[in-house]
């Protein structure tokens, strides 16, 4: 029995507890390869235009998998709380994935405060759909949620270390982890930073139990926002510039954007929408004239 | 022997270049049509600025516009870089104290707001080239009236119809419904210089606080009715120098000399046939687009490949 795992949305979050749930319950699984241009390209077919760049993507991921496994895993994830929720879009993707894929096989979790869904309950009952004793599922969630923490701490000090220790200009990537993660849309922009001898912190590395998004607003929705919002107060005045990466066309960061550039004054922001046109002379030279703001070229 | 820098601005529209000397004056200058060949286009342009100074020294050359990585490799530039930098530097060697430039050019229009000398923010025009020079000359051609006089004829006007500034496709249906109902010709283009104007506005410059003193620059600052409408809008004179349309690459040149790479230039490039070839490499997922650039048949560089397999050797 192989699971086969997206390598978009919530992987770029999720990956590592994913991973080693099944690696200890000794599933197999394959992921999909970084986005491509094929995958890019079967994820528009199969999305109406209107939909947001991360979700065609994510559809060009199911399609890789489709035929290549006995499960794909579609979570779904609504929120933990009526004030941590995922995009509506995101939302309802489990429905568009089971909708657009007629027939298609998927091990799935749902987190939905509505429901009370706990999200151990949920991986038990995963672990249970794929032929294991609930004690053994909840087993290896526990270790498996651990060595996720873990990891997760472990980024963070890494990229704390970068923070205190580099003598690079610093460049703070703020967006949500799946557009940061992205083959091709938040990796171009990195390679391009870093190649211009930047370095590069990310937004989604950070983790924080305090939640400071307050100080920006304090009737948002969306836990990805939150987030952005959580490591722009951590990071905003340790670092050189702000880059604000935004994937056409979303909603919520059309709003979080605007509120951040109006509310931080005196800071180096720029903002950058990638789409799924895929000409990047515009995108370099935008990220090159950031560099020289940063870099204060002058006669 | 004295030292000489060369600066190139190669945009979608039109090619500019300008030779100075060691105290940055412009010693050659030419303008001219890009014609979608931007390899012919420089070498004319290094044709002309030779016939204008002959074979001086030039020591350091650098590239910036759209086409800046093709030409700067064919011309074995100093440097390559951004057209918003090197505005800026190009502007503050003339206007010292410049706090906003408002760039308009052939497809693209930017703003670059200025504090002591330094850039501290800018904007371009994302996917929408609504308002830029390449929509200013269809419609001139449309009315058809010469896009150089376009200015003077919007001087005339006394009464200008309010055209839609949201999107030039609409502004287009505007103008046409505005002439159908009888406006005259003039009214009708200081309302599309206003509309430019405006869009610029609204779009690019949405949220930036334009301070003065602001230069206009591009090709579309020669158009004086644009101007008009930018000092009526904004409330503020509106500088255009004399060379605005050069400041790109009078700042390239200044960045090429600033970065005291030497690299000597040899005006006999004009002489040599260069050929580029574009094709997607299918070696991996990624499918690049990659560029060949040739000179006289042998393979000087290539470029577009993200890995070392696009790369191709012979």
């Known amino acids: ?299 | 022997m004295n030292k000489y820098y060369m600066g190139i601005d190669i945009g979608s529209i039109s090619t500019k270049g300008v030779i100075i000397d060691c105290d940055g004056n412009i010693i050659a200058k030419d303008y001219l049509w890009t014609e979608g060949n931007p390899i012919n286009a420089v070498k004319k342009l290094v044709q002309s600025l030779y016939s204008s100074v002959g074979n001086i020294n030039v020591v350091s050359v650098g590239t910036t516009g759209s086409a800046r990585y093709l030409i700067g490799k064919i011309l074995n530039a100093s440097v390559i870089k951004n057209e918003i930098t090197a505005h800026a530097i190009g502007t503050m060697s003339r206007v010292k104290d410049v706090k906003t430039i408002i760039e308009i050019g052939g497809q693209d229009s930017k703003i670059i707001l200025i504090d002591n000398g330094v850039v501290v923010d800018y904007a371009m025009n994302t996917i929408c080239a609504a308002g830029t020079g390449a929509f200013l000359s269809s419609q001139a051609k449309r009315l058809g009236v010469n896009i150089e006089e376009f200015g003077s004829i919007a001087k005339k006007s006394t009464n200008s119809p309010k055209l839609s500034a949201r999107c030039s496709v609409f502004a287009e249906s505007d103008l046409v419904h505005k002439l159908q109902m009888g406006y005259k010709k003039e009214d009708v283009i200081k309302g599309l210089c206003d509309s430019v104007v405006l869009n610029y506005l609204n779009n690019v410059g949405k949220g930036k606080k334009i301070k003065a003193p602001i230069v206009f620059q591009g090709g579309v600052s020669k158009n004086i009715g644009v101007k008009e409408s930018f000092e009526k809008e904004l409330n503020s004179e509106v500088i255009v120098l004399e060379d605005s349309h050069l400041m790109g690459a009078l700042g390239i040149a200044l960045i090429a000399k600033m970065s005291k790479i030497e690299k000597k230039f040899d005006f006999n490039i004009k002489d040599f046939n260069f050929i580029t070839k574009g094709h997607e490499c299918s070696k991996c997922a990624n499918n690049c687009e990659v560029v060949q650039i040739f000179k006289d048949r042998e393979l000087i560089d290539t470029y577009g490949n993200k890995c070392e397999r696009g790369k191709i050797v012979s």
């Not at chain 1, 990956?15 to 000794?26: E, Q």
């Not at chain 1, 924080?208 to 929705?221: G, Q, V």
């Not at chain 1, 951040?260 to 950058?272: A, D, F, G, P, Q």
Request: hydrophobic share 35%; glycine share 4%; proline share 2%.
């Open chain 1, 1 to 299: 029995m192989i699971v086969g795992i997206p390598r978009a949305l919530y992987y770029h979050s999720y990956s590592y507890l994913w991973k080693t749930f099944f690696d200890n319950l000794k599933v197999e699984y394959i992921i999909s390869p970084k986005t491509n241009k094929d995958i890019l390209k079967k994820g528009k077919i199969l999305s109406t235009d209107e939909t947001c760049l991360p979700a065609k993507i994510y559809l060009g991921h199911i399609d890789y998998l489709k035929d290549k496994c006995d499960y794909v895993l579609v979570p779904r994830y609504l929120g933990v709380d009526k004030i941590n929720l995922s995009c509506i879009k995101f939302n309802s993707m489990y429905d568009i994935v089971k909708n657009t894929f007629k027939n298609i096989k998927t091990i799935d979790y749902n987190i939905d405060y509505i429901k009370g869904c706990k999200i151990k309950n949920e991986f038990i009952k995963m672990g249970k759909k794929l032929g294991f004793k609930s004690n053994v599922a909840s087993e290896a969630f526990d270790k498996s949620y651990k060595e996720f923490n873990n990891y997760r701490m472990h980024e963070f000090e890494l990229q704390e270390s970068k923070v205190v220790n580099s003598e690079l200009k610093k460049v703070l990537i703020l967006s949500h982890s799946y557009n940061i993660e992205d083959e091709m849309i938040g990796k171009k922009i990195s390679n391009i930073l870093i190649s211009n001898d930047i370095e590069v912190i990310l937004s989604s590395k950070f983790i924080s139990n305090e939640d400071k998004s307050t100080n920006i607003s304090k009737t948002l929705y969306w836990d990805s926002s939150r987030q952005i919002l959580n490591s722009l107060e951590y990071y905003k005045n340790r670092v050189d510039g702000i880059i604000l990466l935004t994937s056409f066309p979303c909603g919520n960061d059309c709003l979080v954007n605007e509120l951040i550039i109006r509310k931080l004054k005196n800071y180096k922001i720029v903002n950058i929408v990638i789409d799924e046109v895929n000409a990047s002379a515009g995108l370099v030279t935008r990220l090159e004239s950031f560099i020289d703001i940063i870099n204060g070229i002058t006669i």
